[in-house]
């Protein structure tokens, strides 16, 4: 069966800092993974994906991920945080055979001035 | 292309009521899902749909729960009776073949 860890519920960053979201998965084959970020009031947009190759992918609004198959991680980052990256987010797993995904409980990002 | 529509965008009604949900995906997507998100119990998958044929819908909570899609272009979720702790905001999204899931704004139920 496949699943999906984000073990941060709640994070908070200055604006300009670093920031790093945790992922971890299980998956019984070479996964598909995905990170989606849901900004308030509205519905998820995904912000990148891996599927094969480059276990570094980059994705939009200046976020990156790296799949560690050793880890069984899929770990999210950005360099600078904008108070606009204030949102929650969401690492996903899948799909099955079946066509279903798995989506983690979602981390919220909290930006300070 | 407009993405995922959705409507009502909100939607208040008394307990008892009917409610009903729709979804316009996007043209070309073989997947379409229902989602449901609170507070307590954060996003929740009810239903999805492949082709119009529905897959699995183990993750409907009750019989009062319906899904339909009766064409490639429109489904609907239905609940009946309504009760307040339906309350939530219920997502559509269609998936297309790099299986990136679009979903839509989204529409707010709050039941009375």
């Known amino acids: 069966a496949q699943s999906v860890t984000q073990p941060d519920i709640h994070i908070t960053v200055s604006e300009g800092a670093s920031l790093e979201l945790r992922c971890n998965y299980s998956y019984g084959a070479t996964p598909y993974l995905f990170w989606y970020v849901q900004s308030p009031g509205q519905g998820l947009q995904l912000l990148l994906k891996y599927f094969s190759g480059d276990t570094l992918v980059q994705g939009i609004k200046g976020f990156e991920a790296e799949f560690k198959r050793s880890q069984s991680s899929f770990n999210l980052r950005k360099p600078s945080v904008h108070w606009s990256d204030a949102a929650e987010y969401f690492c996903a797993v899948g799909p099955t055979n079946a066509g279903k995904s798995t989506f983690g409980d979602g981390t919220t990002l909290t930006v300070k001035p | 292309d407009a993405g995922v529509i959705q409507s009502p965008r909100h939607e208040v009604t008394e307990m008892g009521q009917e409610v009903t949900l729709r979804c316009k995906p996007i043209?070309?997507?073989?997947?379409l899902f229902w989602y449901r998100q609170t507070m307590m119990r954060g996003l929740e998958l009810l239903i999805y749909f492949n082709n119009n044929v529905p897959i699995d819908d183990s993750g409907m909570p009750e019989d009062r729960f319906s899904a339909k899609m009766p064409n490639a272009s429109f489904s609907t979720l239905k609940i009946q009776p309504s009760e307040p702790r339906d309350s939530a905001v219920y997502f559509c999204?269609?998936?297309?073949?790099?299986?990136?899931?679009?979903f839509g704004p989204g529409t707010r139920l709050t039941v009375l």
């Open positions: 043209s070309g997507h073989d997947y």
């Open positions: 999204a269609s998936r297309d073949l790099t299986l990136t899931q679009y």
